[in-house]
């Protein structure tokens, strides 16, 4: 068994799963979105703290397994530093205590993986990740062959989300909060300018989306939230469908998946399904457990490192905060 350690943002969570069969023995996560949700956003320091409290915690369950494991797999890039490092440091603690080896594991893989959580991997696949940190296209080929076609060049797709409930003084995580405040909100009042739409980039942008809803925001009073917030998920989910549409163009999808935290967007998830039935392409999704980020997914990713003996010794382990895949 593999014990899989995840603490790159506000989650702390760890995992056993089984190598043979991929079947998840354990998982557990303890989620800060409670104490963050005054800020607005994830305050880094106060995450770091909240890791260090949780992650004893949770291990304490999973004592009973120690004499089965074979590795400790840890997120060590990218994410916060602070909180990074509390993953981190608890991996090596136990690769020294079990005399095991530690196999690092990237979060951006994680989220890709958590696709296969005890199931086998089915590759090649077109990958859309939208989290609170990425919005990224990738070709999957396999574990360690992956192409990003096309990232954001400034703020994530959850991100925006986050920022524009924060403007509606609304709470965190924001996507959650936007998708339900759009259900009732009248569509056509509000329109915003789809980024990008004349570039023939293949890129994101959602910065000028922000700043657009800023000024919705304020010049109108909270009634006109619900319907600022309807227009403001069509715009900024548009801009994918934008382009995603010019890539398939010139690659066509067969297999297409949604990975990270804002898959669970049921508007996207539709809006994505619809554009993928001219091409007969199946769409992937996580379970909606492990569309956020969670240990279950970094066990089943560290599976594949472990057949590939990507084994590390925990001297030799540090975090990667800044790096993608
Ligand atoms: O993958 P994740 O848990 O953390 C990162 O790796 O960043 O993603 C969290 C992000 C947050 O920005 C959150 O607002 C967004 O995912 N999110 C959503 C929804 N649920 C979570 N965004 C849009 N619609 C949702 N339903
Ligand atoms: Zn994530």
Known sequence: MILSIESSCDDSSIAITEIATKKLIY?????????????????????SRLHAQALPAILAECEGWFSKLKAIAVTNEPGLGVTLIEGVVMAKALSIALNIPVIPVN???????????????LLPLTVLLVSGGHTQLIEVESYNVMHT???????????????????????????????????????SRFSFTVPLWQSPLIAFSYSGLKNQVRLAVEANDASAYPDIAVSFQRTATEHLLQKLKKYFKSHPPKRFAIVGGASANLYLRGRVLELLQPFKAELYLSPLEYCSDNAAMIGRASIEAYALNELSDYQNISINPRCKL
């Not at 998982?27 to 956003?41: F, V």
């Not at 979060?107 to 991997?121: D, N, Q, R, T, V």
């Not at 990232?151 to 965190?172: I, R, W």
């Open 107 to 121: 979060h951006l893989k994680g989220h890709i993986y958590s696709l296969f959580i005890e199931k086998e991997a």
């Open 149 to 187: 076609v096309a990232t954001t060049m400034d703020d994530s797709y959850g991100e925006s989300f986050d920022k524009v409930a924060k403007m509606m003084n609304l709470g965190y995580p924001g996507g959650p909060l936007i998708e339900k405040l759009a259900v009732d909100g009248d569509a």
């Open 27 to 47: 998982h557990k996560k303890i989620s800060q979105e409670l104490e963050h949700s005054q800020y607005g956003g994830v305050v880094p320091e106060l995450a």
